[in-house]
């Protein structure tokens, strides 16, 4: 699908649905791209997070249902999906600075904010680096979560575990035994430093793992984990510069707006994708890559 129909549907969608409960995987699903890569793709095209324009767009309504009738607030909070008139009451006053039931009266300023959509521009040329890759099956060691909000990053493989301090038992073992030791037993290229995201989401979290491909006898340290990765077909993606949401948000919206629908490739939903990332100082030289699962069309 276009892009830009895709992202205009799901706005559609969205103001379709305000007084109904909306799914973050049937907005990817619009699309066609994982829940973690379309909330990435629409904070950075749209200047918001997801969650906050629905919740926006929803307390902009409930405007309207305040001041032009009399609906209990209660109702009006269920109306919009809110668990409580509490919780209602909260994000009201935190979006309008007044209350519900003073918003209620005349000569109140209130705000609202409008449904988005996304038009096509026209910008510079800029190349795009990537070649395409064949990779047999491997392992990541790592931390694992939902998203990357839940794995703490100081603690990951190539933080804490790997650069002097201590194993994530907390007695150093894991360094000593895994990479002091002169002969790692798990370190392979090109994925030393590496995040692998599913595209299936389990209730709109998508299964993230962080840490190193890993060869070898899996070692007794407690919290780490370890997935598989199928061999597949990758366009594996060159990008130059600092790292961080945004410099990620950006190289992924030209990957699935610019690059994908130009391909003679489609995503391979089986296979996650990920993220690798050579050591070196991170500076305006530095190259970071992304591996993007695909198939023939």
Avoid at 78 to 100: I, Q
């Amino acid at each position: 699908m276009d892009w830009l129909k895709g992202m205009n549907k799901v706005l559609d969608h969205i103001e379709n649905n305000l007084t109904q409960p909306i799914l973050y995987e049937s907005l990817s699903r619009i699309v066609g791209c994982s829940v973690y890569e379309f909330s990435r793709i629409f904070s950075f095209i749209a200047g918001m997070s997801i969650s906050e324009y629905i919740r926006r767009r929803r307390l902009s309504q409930a405007v309207f249902d305040i001041q032009n009738g009399n609906a209990k607030i209660i109702d009006i909070a269920l109306k919009y999906c809110y668990e409580s008139p509490s919780t209602f009451s909260r994000a009201f006053k935190e979006l309008h600075g007044v209350s519900p039931l003073f918003a209620r009266k005349m000569s109140v300023p209130l705000k609202t904010y409008p449904p988005i959509s996304f038009v096509l521009t026209i910008k510079r040329v800029n190349n795009m680096d990537f070649r395409i890759e064949q990779h047999d099956s491997f392992t990541i060691m790592g931390l694992s979560g939902y998203s990357e909000e839940d794995i703490p990053w100081e603690k990951t493989l190539w933080g804490e575990f790997l650069d002097g301090g201590s194993g994530p038992d907390g007695s150093g073992t894991f360094n000593q035994a895994f990479f002091n030791n002169g002969n790692p037993s798990f370190y392979t290229a090109p994925f030393w430093q590496i995040g692998a995201y599913d595209f299936n989401s389990i209730d709109g979290k998508t299964p993230t793992i962080i840490g190193a491909e890993y060869k070898g006898t899996k070692p007794n340290i407690e919290n780490l984990s370890f997935k598989t990765i199928p061999a597949a077909t990758w366009a594996v993606f060159s990008i130059k510069g600092e790292t961080g949401p945004v410099a990620y948000s950006a190289a992924w919206a030209r990957i699935l707006t610019e690059w994908l629908p130009q391909s003679n490739y489609i995503r391979n939903e089986d296979v996650p994708n990920l993220d690798s990332y050579p050591g070196g100082t991170i500076d305006d030289n530095y190259v970071w890559e992304i591996w993007f699962p695909i198939l023939m069309k």
